[in-house]
């Protein structure tokens, strides 16, 4: 089976920095995803990693360490319309494009 | 591109009723999967289809669920009976998978919003 960690609740300052730390147990490993998901909306695409290492796009950072199972999303110069669900998801090796099991997601709020 | 669409947006029923929750995938992605969110147990995948074909629906909650793809353009979700716990929003999402060095990420409908009284 699969367990994904993720803090619930996270709060930041407008133009701050934040990460968001995710951890995994999973039987098998193709693939971490990040999600953000607003209030009312459907998750949209953030991020990817297969291997270890950081992968930078704009303000989102994404990292990875397969041997700790660990991930973070880093966020910068945070903007008030980055308050959302960000969903740490996890594809195994069953199959070709296999099936991405999520985490519980973490709100994140972003204060003036 | 359309995005994946899915209907309805939102349906309120009694118990008992049957609902069917459809779903047009984005054009050329040869995976498709069905998931439910609701406060309690987060997003969870219900079944995926690839090239039309049920590859895992070990997430199916139980016989009352249902799900079709008669073609690459078209799935269905069917819930017959209905139960109050089983509202909750349900998303539709394609992915064109691994080919090509794609990275396979999920593309999301905006959901149906499944009210059971």
């Known amino acids: 089976g699969q367990n994904i960690d993720q803090p619930t609740e996270m709060t930041a300052t407008e133009g701050a920095i934040v990460q968001i730390n995710c951890t995994y147990q999973?039987?098998?490993?193709?693939?971490l995803f990040w999600y953000q998901q607003h209030a009312g909306e459907a998750p949209t695409f953030l991020s990817y990693n297969v291997l270890d290492g950081l992968e930078e796009k704009g303000r989102f950072s994404s990292f990875l360490s397969r041997s700790k199972g660990y991930s973070y999303l880093l966020l910068k110069e945070l903007q008030m319309k980055d308050s959302a669900s960000y969903l740490c998801?996890?594809?195994?090796?069953?199959?070709?494009?296999?099936?991405?099991?999520f985490g519980d997601g973490t709100t994140l709020t972003v204060k003036p | 591109d359309a995005g994946v669409i899915q209907s309805p947006r939102h349906e309120v029923t009694e118990m008992g009723q049957e609902v069917t929750l459809r779903c047009k995938p984005i054009?050329?992605?040869?995976?498709l999967f069905w998931y439910r969110q609701t406060m309690m147990r987060g997003l969870e995948l219900l079944i995926y289809?690839?090239?039309?074909?049920?590859?895992?629906d070990s997430g199916m909650p139980e016989d009352r669920f249902s799900a079709k793809m008669p073609n690459a353009s078209f799935s269905t979700l069917k819930i017959q009976p209905s139960e109050p716990r089983d509202s909750a929003v349900y998303f539709c999402?394609?992915?064109?998978?691994?080919?090509?060095?794609?990275?396979?990420?999920?593309?999301f409908g905006e959901g149906s919003r499944l009210t059971v009284l």
């Open positions: 054009s050329g992605h040869d995976y």
């Open positions: 999402a394609s992915s064109p998978g691994l080919a090509g060095f794609r990275t396979g990420e999920l593309f």
């Open positions: 998801a996890v594809r195994d090796t069953r199959t070709n494009a296999g099936k991405s099991t």
């Open positions: 289809f690839n090239n039309n074909v049920p590859i895992d």
């Open positions: 999973t039987s098998g490993f193709n693939g």
